[in-house]
T-cell receptor, first 114, second 111 residues
Framework: KAGVTQTPRYLIKTRGQQVTLSCSPI?????VSWYQQTPGQGLQFLFE???????NKGNFPGRFSGRQFSNSRSEMNVSTLELGDSALYLC?????????????FGSGTRLTVV | LAKTTQPISMDSYEGQEVNITCSHN???????ITWYQQFPSQGPRFIIQ???TKVTNEVASLFIPADRKSSTLSLPRVSLSDTAVYYC????????????FGKGTHLIIQP
């Protein structure tokens, strides 16, 4: 079966702009989580959506937001981009958010802010 | 306070068994232990999860002593392609509130 698909794979944006990243989870998975990975801070949890509702949120400013659609696809938006937002953004899906089979991650979107 | 402590890096050779130990002294009753593997520019990949004693699947084994304050991921007969970063996670209910990743262990396999 198809894995978690993230688009685009690479993105270059200018400071002050906004960006929208997309994630299509594995078919049947209802939970989608987003993570930011940087060399300095490592992997950090952004938020999780389940059945179109944000269920959990990490410690990130309000410039980071997301949503989930009825087909479980999710988008993440970052407004007023800063240089420090340059990172690999990863999406993970699971059946219900917590299960013994873990989360399946996509390959990520590499965002570069210049 | 870090949830887990694991070595920053380890080296081994092809064909060897590799054991990576993770300390989690403050593990709670509802916490599960999960290991992920990550290659450069890819998302982490779930390897194995356990609660107590021993769990084995087709790629690894996870040993958890009775006090659950540590766990050991065992990779049998490693190959060059096992070179990656391995993360040990301790999460309530398997990660319902988002996964907390530490620095991980950079495992380097040499020929």
């Amino acid at each position: 079966k198809a894995g978690v698909t993230q688009t685009p794979r690479y993105l270059i944006k200018t400071r002050g702009q906004q960006v929208t990243l997309s994630c299509s989870p594995i078919s049947g998975h209802r939970s989608v989580s987003w993570y930011q990975q940087t060399p300095g801070q490592g992997l950090q949890f952004l938020f999780e959506y389940f059945s179109e509702t944000q269920r959990n949120k990490g410690n990130f400013p309000g410039r980071f937001s997301g949503r989930q659609f009825s087909n479980s696809r999710s988008e993440m938006n970052v407004s007023t981009l800063e240089l420090g937002d340059s990172a690999l953004y990863l999406c993970a899906s699971s059946l219900v958010g917590q299960d013994i089979y873990g989360y399946t991650f996509g390959s990520g979107t590499r965002l570069t802010v210049v | 306070l870090a949830k887990t402590t694991q070595p920053i890096s380890m080296d081994s050779y092809e064909g060897q068994e590799v054991n990576i130990t993770c300390s989690h002294n403050n593990i709670a009753t509802n916490d599960y232990i999960t290991w992920y593997q990550q290659f450069p520019s890819q998302g982490p990949r779930f390897i194995i999860q356990g609660y107590k004693t021993k769990v084995t699947n087709e790629v690894a084994s996870l040993f958890i002593p009775a006090d659950r304050k540590s766990s050991t991921l065992s990779l049998p007969r490693v190959s060059l392609s096992d070179t990656a970063v391995y993360y040990c996670l301790v999460e309530e209910g398997g990660g319902a509130d988002g996964l907390t990743f530490g620095k991980g262990t950079h495992l380097i396999i040499q020929p």
